[in-house]
């Protein structure tokens, strides 16, 4: 299923049909600030599933995080009605980074402020985003009242020094679908500000994350340095290892004592190999290793042998 078929990532988590992926773990690593990958690829489906919380609990178990707590918070989302036509009412008559810039930390300030179940409190007034004209207009005034935009950076900045001083209390702000909040031929105008703010932002407990779709990012100009931005990258594509994988833990979700038997009776995988993976598959959340060897193994067993 693609993410927008999914009500429900209770139910996915329950019925252990979630696939857990390595390149998930960097979601905790506060140096990788984008997620890349082509449509179709999981980014919304990573993304509306960061809202399951023993999901995130899982995630973090395999990354070694367990220490921390973590809050993703989805800046642009469902439950935000932020429009291209809010953004093209606040914008229209400047098409400079600097207030491209300023829209974005505006929009996020706004958002983690609404959002994160921290017990600080801002000062500030925040937009009500429900209202697109009185949203307009109170975007426009802070973009450009120089002392406003100052408390705003330091009243994230406040926020980020709040966690880091009450535990082990992280948050990670998180964008997607931003293609079908800007228009593609725009994002280099648009979204590029937004990348280079992320970038810029050097927040402890305050990591920024967004997923972008590949083929729009490649095509994306006026990103300082955009090379240097590869080591702060996740790279979603996926591997032959985990396509096998994935379906393979399906075929085990539903008959994993029959295809134990199936595998021993074949002969072909030492029987040690098999009680091994059989043995973790609980902890495993019956997804068999990412093991080349064993993924032949298994797709000459299911297929047939001229499949390996």
Request: proline share 4%; aromatic share 14%.
């Amino acid at each position: 299923l693609y993410a927008e078929n999914i009500v429900d990532f209770d139910e996915e988590y329950l019925q252990n049909r979630y696939y857990y992926r390595r390149c998930m773990e960097d979601l905790f690593n506060p140096e990788k600030i984008l997620v890349i990958g082509n449509k179709g690829t999981g980014k919304t489906y990573i993304y509306k599933s960061l809202g399951n919380k023993p999901i995130v609990a899982e995630l973090q178990a395999r990354a070694n995080k367990k220490q921390y707590h973590y809050e993703f918070i989805k800046i642009v989302n469902e439950e935000h009605p932020f429009s291209t036509s809010l953004l093209g009412s606040v914008l229209d008559k400047y098409d400079t980074d600097f207030f491209f810039e300023r829209f974005w930390l505006v929009f996020i300030w706004n958002a983690i402020m609404i959002e994160c179940p921290c017990e600080y409190k801002t000062d500030l007034n925040l937009i009500n985003l429900h209202n697109e004209q009185e949203a307009a207009i109170r975007f426009k005034q802070i973009i450009n009242d120089d002392e406003l935009i100052i408390k705003i950076e330091k009243d994230l900045y406040a926020l980020d020094k709040f966690l880091a001083s009450n535990g082990n209390n992280k948050v990670v702000f998180i964008f997607d679908g931003l293609d079908k909040v800007v228009k593609p031929i725009l994002w280099s105008e648009q979204i590029s500000p937004l990348i280079n703010l992320c970038r810029r932002m050097n927040y402890i407990c305050m990591p920024p994350k967004l997923l972008l779709r590949s083929d729009l990012y490649e095509k994306i100009g006026n990103i300082n340095n955009k090379n240097e931005l590869s080591n702060k990258t996740i790279n979603i594509e996926w591997s032959r290892e985990e396509l096998f994988s994935y379906f393979f833990k399906f075929v085990l979700i539903n008959a994993a004592n029959d295809f134990n038997a199936i595998m021993k009776e074949y002969k072909d995988v030492p029987n040690q190999y098999v009680n091994k993976m059989f043995k973790n598959l609980s902890e495993l959340k019956n997804q068999p290793p990412l093991d080349e060897y064993l993924l032949r193994q298994m797709c000459g067993i299911f297929f047939g042998k001229y499949t390996e």
